[in-house]
């Protein structure tokens, strides 16, 4: 082509005109994930909907999406077959991508999740825990707490998950479970927990606003009481998530003493034992009915002593409690090892015998990076099968 001849020609053999760019379809607005009050507001001015047939439009789609589980407008029988194409003209009930699913040894689940460019989280299914079977979900990609024990902790935040993304990962897993319609008696999933990637409660209005559309009655009908969130100590949002939520609470313990957790767990700096202990005996609902969960991680030679069972038991004193001993997760460069078992045993026999529930909780998942501590998002590693194609390659 002769660069010199006039841009006009130019545009005439290529057909480009920049200042009237081709159309584009406008983007599908997604449906799935979406709280009632978003669902009636997006529903409504489409289709010129008054009050009354907005909350009847906005509770039969409700029912399809999270009691039914159905990804097709089509499939919503009682609604008219006008309104069910003017749906799928302008809306979609896609979920995540799924970039890969691994399949544990001992039955655990994890999922890695694209929610957009760049954008990818995991979540795992645990089955046995709980009822039936607990689904563990992030609430951020990445995480800004640094707990040097956990993996999550050496990814950098990238930014806070909606609420859509938070139920998103629950949407995903009870696909791939066959978990529908969400009130079928032997469903695997019973429990939600909010210990995967990421501080919940740096993220609670989205959070909330997820655990309002999971617990929903006409929806995927979780109790608040099966629902639990793990905080590592955020202790100005710890009151707000029981009042908000009725969430069950769980704390991110680790140790006994200030000087220890201002290394296991940095933000203990900010936020002292003696400040947390005093926000857990406040929290809004706790009882012997609805104890809070202290979880513990056995660091062999840094927190497993017999003396520092016996301080747990003292520091905890009032607080209806009980305390999960979590044998220490490896990954790719920790700097920790695992207490013997003989140890944990020990450490748990001394907390038993001062009245308190310790459940060494059975490491689940650990071949596939799915244990506690051990997610960390794909988008900043490269995913194992990326690394056996190479392998094969080469």
Known sequence: MDLHRPIAYIRTMTTLDLNNPPATEPALINLAGMTRGELSAVLAPHFGLDAKKTKMRTSQIWRWMYQAGVREFAEM?????????????????????????????????????????????ECVFIPGVGRAGALCVSSQVGCTLNCTFCHTGTQNLVRNLTAAEIIAQVLAAKDDLDEWPSDREDRNLSNIVFMGMGEPLY????????????????????????????????????????NDTSAMLAISLHAT??????????????????????????????????????????????????????ELVRLLKGI??????????????????????????AFADIVNRAGYASPIRTPRGRDIFAACGQLKSESVKKRASDIRREAAIS
């Open 257 to 310: 003493n200030d000087a220890l957790r201002d290394e296991l767990v940095p933000i203990n700096r900010k936020y002292p034992i003696a400040e947390l202990l005093e926000a857990c005996r406040n929290y809004p609902g706790a009882s012997n009915a609805r104890r809070v969960t202290f979880e513990y991680v056995m660091l062999k030679g840094v927190n497993d002593t017999d003396e520092e069972a016996r």
């Open 320 to 345: 209806p409690a009980k305390i999960n001993l979590i044998p220490f997760n490896p990954w790719p460069g920790s700097p920790y090892e695992c207490s013997s078992w003989g140890r944990i045993e």
């Open 203 to 242: 993220n609670l209005d989205h959070v909330a606003a997820a655990i309002d559309v999971i617990s929903d009655g006409e929806g995927i009908s979780l109790s608040r009481r099966r629902i639990t969130v793990s905080t590592s100590g955020v202790v100005p949002q710890m009151e707000k998530l029981g």
């Open 77 to 121: 029988s009682d609604i008219s077959k006008e309104m069910r194409e003017g749906l799928a003209e302008r809306f979609t009930l896609a979920r995540p991508e799924m970039v890969e699913r691994q399949v544990s040894t001992d039955g655990t689940r994890k999922y890695l999740l694209r929610m957009g460019p760049g954008i990818e989280v």
